[in-house]
């Protein structure tokens, strides 16, 4: 499957991750360990591109400056990466840096510590940098200035250059790889070109006839594909894909369940292993993690805890990618593991976040939702900011008030229901989960619908009010199949006045005073919300509203082609990181709709 794009400049490897500037390399990271920026720019006179392309082979891109042409090629492959920098023009110069990962600029220095990074200089054209046991060596073709720091090794060589920087778990190991990068850089990038294209060439064909819907199906699979990665690490043992290799560079709960979902339709082994290291991460009181960082002092810097995993979940999606997973293949070894794993993390739900006993769970902290800033905790921070002792009380770890959401009790609806199936197959009792889903299904029906607004909204623990914020949360009543047939058709209204945008499903209402159509949570359009939505309105049989969200959905991303995080709800332009693991979704969509003949 080729794959040629002009305008994509990222290069990723296995740990290893590059993104080109308008000069040289702009960043480089290996995993979490290593966060080099800029890591080679390119120092001319008038410097401006002229012509780029980007394939699997690599980034090949001709520049102009004053006093001639400079040709530049990038490739990385495993956890190797090159770049080169040929040509006719005088008195150019690299500069470059290796830098421990850090949140902020200010905070390099902390993370240098917190990591034990430090860095050698064994010749005038190496350097080997250390960080939490992961090594960075970096090889050059010509001999540099270094500056070695506490927390950053500076680096200047003159043109023509060509350098090679490769990661690995020893500093001979990262040296023979970075070696190698550099004295053939060509078998690098015919090496990478050769395992994409047998990665895609597994790929199931693309159902549709246009040609940009085509290119947009190879391009998701590429990015989901390349995403994934594998780590000799004693919290992430087995492969699995990160959200993003440019910026979300490690393991993440809600985001694996939706690799997984999409990935059960390429290789059902592979989307099982997808999850693998999130039930290892179990904690003994039952809950599954957040998210698994690849470095401990990413961890501590953001969280504060001593290690691999915040206190917090995520919305529970896991059992939806496991009855898809099981409907692809069912493994009995798999299938006994995520039920004997997700009856525990349903019992955790029950035991500490559902503190008024009445079947419904709550969101305590805003991360731990998946939704981070969204309008909808607005009031749950105020209420908690005026007094946190009285949410604390129940909750110690508490960062808002807590909220019964509509979305995470649609969920562990789900998940009771799977359970509920499995349940005589591994000793457990299907009526007890029956009955359990059922409680959840009529309270979301009971307490969150609102009649005048014909509405679902999430409600707080504490009084069950409802909080006044219409968002896409509510359709997933109708992918769980717990709203009634008149809500549903209340709910389809809603998706056509508040939710219309010209890249649908905002995350709040566009009605909504504080709807920004650029706010991360508040107002852009993130794919998870348009696939439940999609399947949603398909299960009910609103077959023209489903066709509508997946042709404007798909229209709009098959412009470039992009897969980003997110898309600006107004304009649809693509927002946030790039090569976004979860919005791959889209290639679910596509291969129904086609199947429905909708596209
Ligand atoms: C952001 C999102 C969260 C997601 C994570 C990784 O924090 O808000 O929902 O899981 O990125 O993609």
């Keep these: ?34 966060r080099c920026e800029p890591f080679a720019l390119v120092k001319a006179e008038g410097l401006r591109p002229l012509a780029e392309t980007w394939d699997l082979g690599g980034f090949r891109r001709l520049l102009a400056c004053r006093g001639g042409y400079l040709r530049e090629e990038a490739t990385a492959c495993g956890d190797a990466f090159t770049y080169s ?5 005088r008195g150019v110069r690299v500069e470059g840096s290796i830098a421990p990962s850090y949140w902020s600029r200010e905070q390099i220095g902390e993370a240098a510590k917190l990591s034990g990074f430090r860095a050698e ?47 690995a778990k020893s500093s001979s190991a990262a040296l023979s790889l970075a070696e190698e990068a550099l004295r053939d850089p060509l078998a690098l990038a015919g090496r990478r070109a050769e395992q994409l294209s047998a990665a895609l060439a597994r790929a199931p064909p ?42 979300f560079r490690h393991q993440w709960l809600w985001d694996s369940a939706f690799h997984a979902i ?20 179990q904690k003994p009181d039952g809950r599954i993690p957040h998210e698994i960082f690849l470095s401990k002092a990413m961890c501590k810097a953001f969280w504060g805890v001593d290690d691999y995993s915040p206190w917090t979940t995520q919305p529970p999606v896991l ?31 029950s035991e500490r976040r559902d503190a008024d006993r009445d079947g419904l769970a709550a969101y305590i902290d805003y991360l731990e939702s998946g939704w981070d800033d969204s ?25 808002m008030a807590p909220v019964e959401a509509v979305d995470l009790n649609c969920l562990l609806y789900l998940q009771r229901a799977l359970l509920s199936k499995l349940a005589p197959r591994f000793g457990g009792s299907a009526e007890a989960w029956k009955g359990l889903a059922e409680r959840t299904a009529a309270l979301v029906k009971g307490l969150m619908w609102d009649e005048r607004t014909g509405f679902f909204y999430d409600v707080y623990e504490e009084d069950h009010s409802k909080v006044p914020v219409k968002t896409p949360a509510a359709f997933l009543t109708m992918f769980a199949g717990i709203a009634e047939r008149d809500q549903a058709e209340r709910l389809v209204e809603h998706l ?104």
Aim: proline share 6%.
């Design 262 to 281: 999409v990935l059960s339709a390429y290789d059902a082994e592979m989307a099982e292993e997808e999850l693998l290291n999130l039930f290892h991460a």
């Design 206 to 247: 693309p159902p549709a006839r246009d040609r940009r819907v085509r290119e947009l199906w190879r391009y998701c699979w590429y990015v989901l594909l390349s995403n994934r990665c594998s780590v000799d690490h004693p919290a992430l043992r087995k492969p699995f894909t990160m959200p993003s290799k440019y910026v």
């Design 496 to 599: 056509y006045s508040d939710f219309w945008t010209t890249f649908p499903l905002p995350t709040v209402s566009r009605d909504d005073p504080k709807y920004d159509p650029t706010g991360y949570w508040r107002g852009r359009s993130w794919i998870n919300l348009a696939w439940f939505t999609y399947w949603g309105l398909v299960k009910y049989g609103f077959d023209s509203a489903a066709r509508d969200l997946a042709a404007r959905v798909v229209e709009l991303m098959a412009e470039g082609p992009t897969c980003n995080e997110n898309y600006n709800s107004a304009t649809g332009e693509p927002l946030g990181a790039p090569d976004f693991g979860w919005s791959t979704l889209i290639l679910d969509v596509i291969a129904d709709a086609a199947r429905r003949g909708w596209i």
């Design 375 to 399: 309008v909808r905790w607005d009031g749950a921070r105020e209420r908690f900011a005026l007094d946190p002792g009285r949410y604390r009380a129940a909750y110690p770890e508490a960062r």
């Design 1 to 34: 499957m080729a794959l040629v794009l002009s305008g994509k400049r990222e290069l990723c490897g296995n740990l290893i991750a590059a993104v080109m500037g308008d000069a040289g390399v702009e960043r480089l990271f290996f995993g979490e360990f290593f």
């Design 319 to 349: 059992a939806v990618a496991v009855e898809r997973i099981l409907e692809r293949r069912f493994d009995e070894g798999f299938a006994k593991l995520a039920y004997e794993a997700l009856a525990r993390y349903d019992r955790w739900f």
């Design 85 to 89: 920098l040929a040509g006719s023009a």
């Design 121 to 167: 200089t064994p010749d005038s054209r190496t350097v080997v940098a250390h960080s939490e046991g992961f090594y960075l060596a970096v090889k050059l073709s010509a001999p540099a200035r270094f500056e070695v720091g506490e927390a950053e090794v500076r680096f200047e060589a003159p043109a023509p250059l060509a350098i090679a920087a490769a990661g």
